[in-house]
């Protein structure tokens, strides 16, 4: 079990700020493949992963991470603080 | 080294006499405070969405950076989330050291990785309705220069 | 765009607050203070010496090229003389405009103009006794960049 | 006539903050002279031009820049604020 959340648009189009998810991924980005074949929301916000980013335990990552071990994944889009 | 991340509105200048009034030994304070722009009264408002959590951990990181390159005598970030009117502060840097090089120096490597790193995301709320702030280039780029 | 010149001590805080609020349309304000450096107690005091007429004229000068060089929304200059105690503010520089590329240039520019540029001279009075403050060659080396 | 002024540790060598002065000298590098000639104060301020600079009516200018028309001239070393 991991905690996924997602953060401002991505977490507009997918409908929801986070969610438990039971998967033996063994990168983001096959965590990624897994939900996008599960519904059009999360193809719509996996769409372009060039516009999106992730943490790992919130710590900037790469697509291709692994997730053994993680026990949170984020995705947003790139950020906009300051 | 202080570091805040709140909805609450803070006041520019007090917070800047505090952290004055704490220093020893400097001779340099700088100062950087964003404020929601108000684009002729077209925008009202803002949003402004936070990973709490990785907000702390990546701001802190960038402040220990700082304090490693830089002879600096103390640091200051405060930065707001939810929601924010026109004209008011979202967040403020300050700096301290002996010489004005390092303060300024410091102030904008800790704007330039705040821009771009922090888990921040802007949602203007305009006439047209809202719309997500979306990264601009020129700030991507403004991290190579560190 | 304001200029002062003056013997008395001025409120940090309460000068960032009123050069905000005056601001309309700016994105970023940036400050710069300068601070008699207490060095662990040694120095007790400042005296510093100016010529007034030249002062204005040459500050004037220098914040009108700041406008021409960047686009500010506004800039403040405060500059104090006579005698100053071990961490009272020297002197303050603040700017404003859109984006925060612009307000910082602008500040470092008028910082380092009014360093080597503006006729006013520091002499610390310490426990050895008073001494002129000397030129240093890293701030005329600073006016080569703008 | 034309007045002199100085500043800081110039103006203490001197021993005075401005005075008015008779001179037919053509430069600055000339007034210069003039007063090193007079008295021994002058020619222990004036000793290093390098460590000098000038004002002619409250510009920065050169040493060898022409007097005709000044009114004010200002010597002092450089400047300290900020």
Redesign the interface.
């Known amino acids: 079990m991991i905690d996924v ?1 997602y ?3 991505v ?1 507009e189009r997918i409908g929801l700020p986070r969610e438990r998810i039971e998967t033996s991924a063994p990168t983001v980005r096959d965590l990624i493949a897994e939900l996008t074949a599960r519904e059009e929301r999360y193809e719509l916000a996996f769409a372009d992963l060039e516009s999106l980013r992730v ?1 790992l335990d ?3 990552s790469s697509f291709d991470a692994p997730l053994a071990g993680v026990r949170e994944v ?1 995705f ?7 | 080294m202080r570091l805040v991340v709140q909805a609450a509105p803070f006041d520019l200048g007090a917070e800047a006499n505090d952290f004055a009034a704490g220093l020893r030994g400097a001779g340099a304070v700088v100062t950087f405070t ?1 404020l929601v722009r108000d684009n002729g009264g077209a925008l009202s408002a803002m949003e402004i ?3 709490p ?2 907000t702390e ?2 701001i802190g990181k960038i402040m220990d950076q700082a304090r490693d390159r830089w002879a600096l005598t103390d640091a200051l970030v405060i ?1 707001r989330f939810g929601r924010l009117l026109a004209r008011e502060p ?2 403020m840097v300050a700096t301290a050291a002996a010489h004005r090089a390092d303060a300024f120096a410091a102030a904008e490597f800790l ?1 330039d990785y ?10 203007e709320i305009g006439a047209d309705g809202p719309s ?4 601009r280039d020129e700030d ?1 780029e403004a991290l190579k220069r560190w």
């Open positions: 959340l953060f401002a648009w977490r943490a919130q710590e900037l984020a947003f889009p790139p950020m906009t603080g300051g | 964003g969405e936070h990973y959590g990785m951990r990546a930065h979202i967040m704007m705040l821009k771009s790193r922090a888990p921040f995301w802007k949602k997500w702030v979306a990264a991507e």
